[in-house]
């Protein structure tokens, strides 16, 4: 990360000894001390309105659009608002429910036979790829995208509603839940859209309750 | 190596320990298994019609001509004889005696402060670089947006529901309904969201039925 210019370095439920005992390499200091530790990947990217997943893409079917690294980075480097790359774990990846929360998705090219990378080696390839070159005619970027935590209330409202109408019962809670974390993310929301759809969510919420008293 | 799927891995002079109980990442196993150990630099590439050395750029004078990797790389990859790629250890880097062996140089763009890497992830990224293609055709068009049938069953549906919950009386009915139908054209939805988002109206107006009955 210090090699190429970041430093907002956020981690996961890290196993405690190894991250407390890491050391940084030459010039990473400020990057591991200034290491914000978060209780789940919600949290963490609650204020990025643009999150990007990375994955071998080898064994799940995928519900995000899944881009190449070259060809998927711009994206994410023109992307005016705060915006977040998201490894897994070095040895299961993302899981489903971590994946649930990205836009889009990225995948180093690899030799077929050989997709599983070393974590380490994974985000340094990112993150070059990601300082690579400077767009010439950077694309106008949305500077109005919504971010996380408002992604997830509407999300969590949307549940609500699902629930409330009796839908999620007729599948399982869990891959609702994923499913519809990932749409609302997959959705061209802007800001102000917020307070129309929450409105039609809150409204329909309400319109349960009233009419079971 | 294995990632990029390159396998001919040769070692100069390793310490011996560290080498011997190397374990290599999923998939590595053939490329550790078949690396050779010379005992110089000049052994190493004895065969090699070409020699690019890798640096960090920052103390030396180079004599050799040094390009941005990916710049530098093509001549390398479109190089019709054998050719290496030397590194240096992670400690010092190449030697000016190493160098000697280098038609040319390369290095890695990084940010000016902190220009040192991690030898494994210098080496992961100029593997990347080399076998990243440049991109022939461009991105595929999105073969799955909705039809505009679709989308409009969506919008009546939405606005059914957002009648009947109450929420269209608040604000001007027509208003509401360009609102809703710009805002669902806007959303990524692709094909096989519809039954999903059908489904979900479909239950939230059941039970609206329901609960008046």
């Not at 064994?59 to 705060?82: A, F, N, V, Y």
């Not at 690899?110 to 070059?128: D, F, H, K, R, W």
Request: glycine share 8%.
């Amino acid at each position: 990360m210090a090699n190429f210019g970041l430093d907002d370095l956020r981690v996961v439920n890290p196993y405690d000894i190894a991250f407390r005992e890491a050391v940084s390499a030459v010039g990473g200091a400020h990057v591991l001390k200034s290491a914000r530790v978060f209780g789940s990947v919600g949290d963490a990217v609650a204020d990025c309105s643009l999150v990007v997943g990375t994955t071998a893409a080898q064994k799940r079917e995928l519900q995000q659009p899944l881009e190449r690294l070259d060809t998927g980075m711009p994206p994410l480097r023109e992307h005016s608002g705060q915006a977040a790359l998201l490894f897994g774990s070095e040895k299961f990846g993302l899981s489903n429910d971590d994946l649930s929360f990205c836009h889009s998705l990225l995948r180093i090219p690899t030799a077929p036979e050989t997709p599983s990378m070393n974590l380490g080696q994974a985000v340094a390839i990112c993150l070059y790829e990601y300082a690579r070159r400077v767009p010439a005619t950077p694309r106008r970027a949305r500077s109005d995208a919504i971010e996380g935590a408002d992604a997830e209330q509407m999300t969590k409202m949307l549940l609500d509603v699902l629930e409330q109408s009796g839908y999620t019962n007729r599948i399982t809670a869990i891959s609702t839940e994923q499913k519809i974390r990932r749409w609302v993310r997959r959705m061209r929301l802007g800001r102000r859209d917020i307070p129309l759809m929450l409105g039609i969510l809150r409204q329909v919420l309400w319109k349960f309750r009233d009419s079971e008293k």
